[in-house]
């Protein structure tokens, strides 16, 4: 079905109301107005710069990225720098949680007379971890445009849970959030809601409710609900017979061959040979693990994805009060303590900024108002304050030279060097070779062995939720969309934020999409990645406006729903370089200690170090600050 889209459908989904007066986007082309270079913005020049309320397409947006691909890609980057009279006794590059960790880091251990500067190359901080705001009817809406979940500081770690704590994000808080999360709300760590399961069926979509987490698992009235699944009889009693384990698919095996099995055999292919589903089936087993994990079941083992939380533990003959106890624990206990601020991490790392640089709102209380502040991004680069944040400045050499570290890097078409006495990267490691050509080929090919998980996270201002309260469910799988989890934004009010309150105010969707291949393509997980990436990097906006204008119409259509109406606006947040890489059985050599790439790559080199997840082959916010911590350590307490 081909869904018509009018012009006005086509204007990027400009934001209306109260947050619609917003700057030209940066970068948007040599000579255009809005070159201007933050550093030379004062903060009335600020007054209507805020990019958590810029629609359209986001994330990875135009001009955060061409000045990279032209280094990275073909070696291209400017021949001469004007030398700003900028020196720091710390720089750091990249603005997401390992970089605004590392400065705070920093500046505990260097004091108030310290002098930080963070450079990114995007238009906003926080790095994957982006605010959505919208502003409709008199309301404001948040949703999540990119890292979303927090774990209780005590399942931290000292260094990481620390900080938290510091930022006021403690236990009772912790508790708080969970008390103000709705039961039925998965994503905010919720698992007895109603989860379902959307269908494609002719021109609409069949929805199933219940709770498909746990069907998946045996649980519940499962057996019913795999009955009106619109997928052959045969393809229903194997499903049935899987999630309830009324049969041993590995029979024929030792417990020995058991355990070689499941370690050597990747899920999918175990699914397809073993219990019987076609490939036209297995997709609606891959939707969790695609989503949640980035490569599919054709890339993980069967141990890895049933410990990711994808069924069969109960199909393999196991003991079955273990098994039963066990596969019951995955369920409950797969969200953890997690909890979620309404805009996602996204209050994190405003927390941090605040408390970097308070003047961006000094009202601000802290975890109680946070996520209703309006920053004042004019306060983020003054001159006369310990940390400056220095955004759409994409860095293209770091260097030692003598005593002092040189970084170059390009803001709005000018070519600037600063200097400062250390400096930490907390960057993409892909990137790392070629801003430190000087580095050992090594080292450099640590760096550049993980490949970043690929996402897209896409939210949608509806003018009202009448069409999805229809729905019957707060989140669906879409396993045969381009868009596999569909949810309802965060209807939290942790932060002092107050979600939509009831279906006939306006509503964010939030929707999530691995653009990484499952269809059973060779390649290892690295190869598939980067296929996700370029696909990311080659689909217009426009394109995914009519992906996303096709799945709702499809799914919310018989209960009233018209996108030409109902849709006010689109944020798309593309994240070609997501989630840092962890090591699969099938794809990756088991490496000696400290000589995982990883370990090599994250090396000091001199008066250099690396702090990202990718530095912890993790991609958890832990690991972030963790390695935050360790870099700042090596360089400024060694």
Not at 365 to 371: N, Q, R, S, T, Y
Request: net charge negative; charged share 20%.
């Amino acid at each position: 079905m081909k869904t018509k889209i009018t012009r006005r459908d086509l204007l990027n989904g400009m934001a209306i109301g109260a947050g619609g007066v917003l700057f030209p986007a940066f970068g948007s082309g040599s000579g255009s107005n809005s070159e201007v270079l933050l550093r030379d913005m004062g903060p009335t020049s600020f007054a209507d710069y805020y990019p958590p309320v810029l629609t359209g397409m986001r994330g990875s947006h135009p001009g955060s990225f061409e000045v990279a691909h032209a280094l990275s890609w073909a070696g291209q980057k400017p021949q001469s720098y004007e030398q700003l009279n900028e020196h720091y006794d710390l720089v750091i590059v990249g603005g997401g949680m390992s970089g605004l960790a590392a400065a705070w880091y920093g500046l505990k251990s260097l004091g108030p007379e310290a002098r930080i500067l963070v450079l990114d190359n995007h238009d906003d901080f926080g790095g994957h971890a982006k605010r959505n705001e919208f502003h409709h009817k008199g309301r404001m809406l948040l949703s999540l445009g990119g890292a979303q979940n927090l774990d209780s500081p005590k399942n931290y770690g000292d260094i990481a849970g620390d900080l938290l704590i510091a930022l006021g994000i403690d236990e009772e808080a912790i508790a708080q959030m969970g008390e103000n999360t709705p039961d039925d709300y998965l994503l905010g760590g919720k698992l007895d809601g109603s989860v379902g399961l959307s269908l494609p069926v002719d021109d609409e979509y069949l929805t199933i409710g219940g709770n498909w987490l746990k069907f998946f698992h045996g649980r519940g009235d499962y057996q019913n609900a795999v009955r009106k699944l619109p997928i052959p009889e045969d393809q229903q009693d194997k499903m049935i017979a899987f999630f309830g384990g009324e049969k041993d698919f590995l029979e024929d095996l030792s417990l020995f061959e058991k355990w070689e099995y499941v370690n050597s055999v990747s899920y999918n292919q175990f699914l397809s040979e073993r219990v019987g589903l076609s490939t036209e089936t297995i997709p609606i087993l891959d939707a969790h693990l695609l989503v949640l994990q980035g490569p599919s079941g054709w890339n993980h083992t069967v141990l890895e994805a049933i410990l990711a939380g994808s069924p069969g533990l109960r199909a393999m003959g196991w003991a079955a009060q273990f098994v039963d106890s066990l596969a019951a624990r995955l369920i409950d206990d797969v969200a953890g303590d997690i909890r979620m601020f309404p805009d996602g991490n996204a209050s994190v790392a405003r927390l941090l900024v605040q408390q970097l640089i308070p003047g961006v709102a000094p009202d601000m209380k802290g975890f109680e108002d946070v996520a209703v502040t309006r920053f004042d991004y004019g306060a983020l680069d003054l001159p006369d304050q310990p940390v400056r944040i220095r955004l759409n400045s994409t860095a293209v050499g770091v260097k030692e030279v003598g005593d002092e570290v040189q970084v170059d890097y390009v803001a709005q078409g000018e070519s600037l060097r600063v200097t400062g006495n250390r400096c930490v990267l907390a960057c993409n490691n892909n990137l790392i070779p070629h801003l430190c050509p000087e580095m050992s080929e090594a080292q450099k090919d640590g760096l550049s062995y993980g490949v970043r998980v690929p996402f897209v996270y896409a939210n949608v201002l509806l003018d009202d939720g009448r069409a999805y309260s229809k729905l019957g469910v707060s989140f669906t799988f879409c396993p045969y969309d381009s868009f596999q989890w569909v949810s309802s934004a965060p209807p939290i009010t942790s932060g002092g934020y107050e979600p939509p309150r009831n279906a006939d105010d306006p509503m964010v969707m939030f929707m999530m999409a691995s653009p990484t291949p499952a269809d059973g393509v060779k390649g290892t997980s690295r190869e598939l990645l980067r296929m996700g990436r370029h696909s990311i990097y080659t689909t217009s906006f426009a394109e995914y406006e009519q992906q996303i204008r096709e799945q709702l119409q499809r799914m919310l259509g018989k209960f009233g729903f018209d996108h030409e109406k109902d849709i006010k606006a689109i944020t798309v947040n593309r994240i070609p370089h997501g989630y840092a890489y962890t090591y699969t059985k099938l794809d990756d050599p088991d490496w000696e200690n400290e000589q995982a790439p990883h370990e090599v790559g994250r090396q000091q080199f001199g008066r250099i170090s690396i702090a990202n997840t990718d530095s912890e082959a993790t991609p958890l916010m832990n690991a972030a600050f963790d390695a935050a911590h360790r870099a700042v350590v090596e360089q400024l307490e060694s």
